[in-house]
């Protein structure tokens, strides 16, 4: 059940981002096309972090110490142009305009994720 609301967030959290960064767009023929997109999204978003974002942790450990932890967010936005060219390979419509909207995405989807998990609290966390 955790793992549907953790899903759940995601996608809206990637709703917001294609509301505030331009550049970040889902398209759909209807309102649930555009949430069934957003849903496989945040499903290959959330396959992505947790397969490569803990080995670029890893591999780029000198990169995060030197730069004080701020290349974390070029990983994110690397991590979330991976996410765009999953979806397009699966013929899936969404879209990430380049490197900068990618970036502020990261940030938008990072933030808004935390804020809604803040509200709507893990099922797994009650017990």
Request: include cysteine; glycine fraction near 8%.
């Amino acid at each position: 059940m955790g793992f549907l609301i953790r899903l759940a967030i995601t996608a809206v959290a990637l709703w917001v981002t294609t509301l505030i960064v331009p550049g970040v767009e889902v398209g759909g023929r209807s309102g649930g096309d555009t949430a069934l997109t957003l849903v496989v999204v945040a499903l290959i978003f959330g396959v992505v972090n947790a397969v490569l974002k803990p080995l670029i942790k890893v591999l780029g450990c000198v990169f995060y110490l030197l730069t004080l932890g701020l290349f974390a967010l070029v990983v994110n936005a690397l991590l979330f142009l991976l996410t765009d060219r999953i979806a397009r390979a699966l013929d899936l419509p969404f879209s990430v305009d380049g490197f900068w909207a990618a970036f502020w995405g990261a940030i938008v989807v990072t933030v808004a994720t935390w804020l809604i998990s803040v509200l709507v609290p893990d099922s797994l966390e009650r017990r």
